[in-house]
């Protein structure tokens, strides 16, 4: 019984990997964790400017700027599903970069800001509040359906050839490829390019 609890525990801290650190002026940044590519990374961010990159390599990554001791950088990884959660942004100038694996499936809620994602290959499920939402999809032919909207504002979505503003207005695509693509502005813009 003894031997079974000491190896979950063992098998627990192997699996779990979590960073909890804000930056300092000594700079701390980046923050970073091992992660598997074609995993799904959620991420609950603070408003500001936010770059979403894919890389080739197995790592999650978060740098910032100004690097402040209230800024609070969360990243949990278990398997294959990852978390990430910044908090305590200061209000003017934020500004950070989040790098994942190329090939890895995005769940991002964001307050307010400007939200840009590229060279992200797997499934994307982005949504902002209020701000500028850009999204590189690539190639439109590798999604299966791809949904954008916003309730008050713009959507640009020169990839899928649709540009609409004004009150309420979306679009529903369906296509070939393996990924889905939804991406949601409560007030602002979508570019989808």
């Given at each position: 019984?003894?031997?079974?609890?000491?190896?979950?525990l063992?098998?627990?801290?192997?699996?779990?990997?979590?960073?909890?650190?804000?930056?300092?002026?000594?700079?701390?940044?980046?923050?970073?964790?091992?992660?598997?590519?074609?995993?799904q990374?959620?991420?609950?961010?603070?408003p500001?400017d936010i770059?979403l990159?894919?890389?080739?390599?197995?790592?999650?990554?978060?740098?910032?700027?100004?690097e402040?001791?209230?800024?609070?950088?969360?990243?949990?990884?278990v398997?294959?599903?990852?978390?990430?959660?910044?908090?305590?942004?200061?209000?003017?100038?934020?500004?950070?970069?989040?790098?994942?694996?190329?090939?890895?499936?995005?769940?991002?809620?964001?307050?307010?800001?400007?939200?840009?994602?590229?060279?992200?290959?797997?499934?994307k499920?982005v949504?902002?509040?209020?701000?500028?939402?850009?999204?590189?999809?690539?190639k439109?032919?590798?999604y299966?359906?791809?949904?954008a909207?916003?309730n008050?504002?713009?959507?640009?979505?020169?990839?899928?050839?649709?540009?609409?503003?004004?009150?309420?207005?979306?679009?529903d695509k369906?296509g070939?490829?393996?990924?889905?693509?939804?991406?949601h502005?409560?007030?602002?813009?979508?570019?989808?390019?």
């Amino acid at each position: 019984m003894r031997l079974g609890i000491l190896v979950f525990l063992c098998l627990s801290a192997w699996m779990v990997a979590a960073q909890d650190r804000g930056g300092d002026e000594t700079g701390k940044t980046p923050i970073e964790a091992k992660f598997v590519a074609g995993g799904q990374v959620r991420m609950g961010l603070c408003p500001g400017d936010i770059q979403l990159v894919g890389t080739d390599e197995s790592m999650l990554r978060v740098s910032y700027r100004p690097e402040r001791d209230d800024v609070r950088v969360r990243l949990e990884v278990v398997g294959d599903r990852a978390t990430v959660k910044i908090g305590g942004c200061p209000h003017n100038h934020f500004h950070a970069r989040i790098e994942v694996p190329k090939s890895s499936a995005l769940y991002v809620r964001m307050l307010a800001g400007q939200l840009s994602v590229r060279d992200i290959t797997g499934d994307k499920d982005v949504e902002l509040s209020f701000g500028q939402m850009n999204v590189a999809v690539g190639k439109p032919e590798d999604y299966s359906h791809v949904d954008a909207s916003v309730n008050s504002g713009a959507i640009d979505a020169s990839a899928f050839n649709v540009n609409k503003g004004g009150l309420f207005r979306s679009f529903d695509k369906s296509g070939p490829g393996k990924y889905r693509l939804h991406a949601h502005v409560g007030a602002g813009e979508v570019d989808l390019r």
